[in-house]
């Protein structure tokens, strides 16, 4: 018999694809009763409010002067943030060094745009670069090889907060993956001592850490021994977060099924190997909502750092609105702050959202 081929008339598209933009709209905003009251609502807090509040921040503000006295048009006073931006990005670093911590940053860009995208140039030789960038980004910034030393004592801003976030989110979580198969590790001495460590940890607030890092770890060391203030500060806050991602890691592990070990068994594969190419790409894989919610945790946390002297971004924030020439303020430079901190979190958020749409293959 000969297969006869008929061509079958091509389906009408979808409703939603055929409604245009109002009737969308009308679905989504209006559909119901309580939708209706809920877009309403705010429908109406929005021409309330936002009017007013443009009016305050754009169209009535200031945004040259020297003083608050120069700010007469009763919006707001965006020249502080003019007259301060520098302390605001590098605190009290020197302005003729600046150029080492534009550099630093720049590099810290290109360093995690090979550890974070696949699709890069010369991605070998990026990823070398990657690990030798903490040594770059130490020397370029405290001094050394002919550059003027620059003491620690003196960075702040968002430098002191990158520094801080960068190294705690970059320590804590392999830290973090140790800590979390040592609790579910079948020796008892390993097992036992990661979850002394983690429930301690996670027992206290970071302020205490950050006081313990600061005051009572130069009683152990030995006499005549110092340690720099901002590394203690950086060692309790990658302990603080190396807590917490173990036991997001964990709750991952967890739900890896038993089956998947017993298949690595099977392979003939050794513990570490299993959990290098089996379990811990999975198990990481689920846990990255949660992972990056301990990320964006953290670097908000950084601001605590002021309690043991650093003046971090918030810091500087703090310094500037208890200035006599800028004194009363606060809105300003608390939103300008509060800008600043949203763009690294969203930012995080959204790559976040990237990286799981990207590892996403189905089951």
Request: hydrophobic share 50%; aromatic share 12%; with cysteine.
């Amino acid at each position: 018999m000969s297969a006869i081929q008929e061509l079958i008339p091509a389906s009408a598209p979808p409703d939603s694809m055929r409604e245009g933009i109002f009737s969308v709209m009308r679905k989504r905003l209006f559909g119901t009763l309580g939708d209706s009251l809920v877009s309403l609502a705010i429908i109406y807090l929005l021409i309330r409010y936002m009017p007013p509040l443009l009016d305050w921040m754009i169209f009535s503000a200031d945004w040259v002067g020297s003083s608050r006295n120069d700010c007469t048009s009763g919006g707001a006073c965006w020249a502080v943030i003019g007259a301060r931006f520098k302390q605001f990005l590098f605190g009290f670093y020197p302005v003729d060094q600046a150029w080492r911590v534009w550099l630093t940053e720049g590099l810290l860009v290109l360093a995690l745009a090979y550890c974070l995208v696949d699709k890069m140039p010369f991605r070998r030789q990026g990823l070398i670069f990657a690990c030798f960038y903490p040594l770059i980004a130490a020397i370029l910034l405290a001094g050394g090889l002919g550059l003027e030393g620059v003491p620690t004592s003196r960075w702040g801003g968002l430098l002191l907060t990158l520094v801080c976030g960068v190294v705690g989110i970059a320590v804590s979580l392999p830290l973090g993956i140790l800590l979390a198969l040592g609790r579910r590790s079948h020796l008892p001495a390993i097992s036992t001592l990661c979850v002394i460590f983690i429930e301690f940890v996670r027992g206290v607030p970071l302020i205490t850490i950050l006081f313990m890092a600061s005051v009572m770890l130069p009683l152990f060391l030995p006499p005549g021994t110092t340690m720099d203030q901002m590394l203690r500060a950086l060692v309790g806050i990658s302990l603080f977060a190396s807590a917490y991602m173990a036991e997001v890691i964990r709750g991952g592990l967890q739900s890896i099924p038993k089956g998947q070990y017993e298949a690595a068994d099977a392979l003939g594969l050794g513990y570490w190997q299993s959990m290098r190419m089996i379990i811990l790409p999975q198990a990481l894989k689920i846990v990255i909502p949660g992972i990056v919610n301990t990320f964006i945790s953290l670097f908000k946390d950084t601001s605590l750092v002021l309690i043991i002297g650093l003046y971090d971004l918030l810091g500087i924030a703090n310094a500037t609105i208890t200035d006599t020439k800028w004194i009363g303020l606060s809105n300003e430079v608390y939103v300008f702050t509060a800008l600043i901190y949203w763009i690294f979190c969203f930012g995080m958020s959204r790559y976040s959202l990237w990286l799981e749409s990207k590892l996403h293959t189905g089951h």
